[in-house]
């Protein structure tokens, strides 16, 4: 029943390490985000795909990269983990880009780099 | 540059009021969302507003002042599970949604 799921919940990695994200929705959503939440808190969008297109792509490293193999999945590779890459990262996903545009959280997936 | 700006924190008392300040300055303007997000959670959807004025939502209201860049969320009859962080979210002429740090309010018995 879960709308937005992620896997992992948790990941504790160490530095150097390349490591993935997975991402499902069944809600019959268009568009798909990566976000980082970092120790303040602070929401940063990182990607959104919008039917298997990149439609944003914020000043990232390039180490990030968004994969999404149909448009239920968004999942996203880490390449080279640094300390700075700790945070809590939430897929999200929405209809589309209409006038109520609501967008649903999965529960996000706590990224520890050692 | 595009800007959101809230309060870092508030405290308030069960079954009080409080109205969480969100001011912003975004490059266009398409919509103003609320989401309330708990410690270790993800956040969830509250509120909307697109057009001036004040939105209801049982204790929840949220208004709108496009010519002052203006909101606020409004939570009326505190209950101690209102202890949350509230991310105030603009979405601008690209359809991007930039998003405040959020307020983290504490509810006191």
């Known amino acids: 029943d879960t709308a937005v799921s992620q896997t992992p919940k948790y990941l504790v990695t160490q530095m150097g390490n390349d490591k993935s994200i997975k991402c499902e929705q069944n809600?019959?959503?268009?568009?798909m985000y990566w976000y980082k939440q970092d120790s303040k808190k602070f929401l940063k969008i990182m990607f959104s795909y919008n039917n298997k297109e990149l439609i944003i792509n914020e000043t990232v490293p390039n180490r990030f990269s968004p994969k999404s193999p149909d448009k239920a999945h968004l999942n996203l590779h880490i390449n080279s983990l640094e300390l700075g890459d700790s945070a809590v990262y939430f897929c999200?996903?929405?209809?589309?880009?209409?006038?109520?545009?609501?967008?649903?959280f999965g529960p996000g997936t706590r990224l520890l780099v050692l | 540059g595009q800007n959101i700006d809230q309060p870092t924190e508030m405290t308030a008392t069960e079954g009080a009021i409080v109205q969480i300040n969100c001011t912003y300055q975004?490059?266009?303007?398409?919509?103003l969302f609320w989401y309330q997000q708990h410690a270790g959670e993800a956040p969830t959807f509250l509120s909307y507003?697109?057009l001036d004025g004040l939105e209801e939502k049982g204790r929840f209201s949220s208004f709108l002042s496009r010519s002052k860049g203006y909101s606020y969320l409004l939570l009326k009859e505190l209950q101690m599970k209102d202890s949350a962080s509230y991310l105030c979210?603009?979405?601008?002429?690209?359809?991007?949604?930039?998003w405040g740090a959020g307020t983290k309010l504490i509810i006191k018995p």
């Open positions: 809600l019959g959503h268009d568009t």
């Open positions: 979210a603009v979405r601008d002429s690209n359809y991007q949604l930039i």
């Open positions: 507003n697109v």
């Open positions: 975004t490059s266009g303007f398409n919509g």
């Open positions: 999200a996903s929405s209809p589309g880009q209409g006038e109520v545009e609501t967008q649903y």
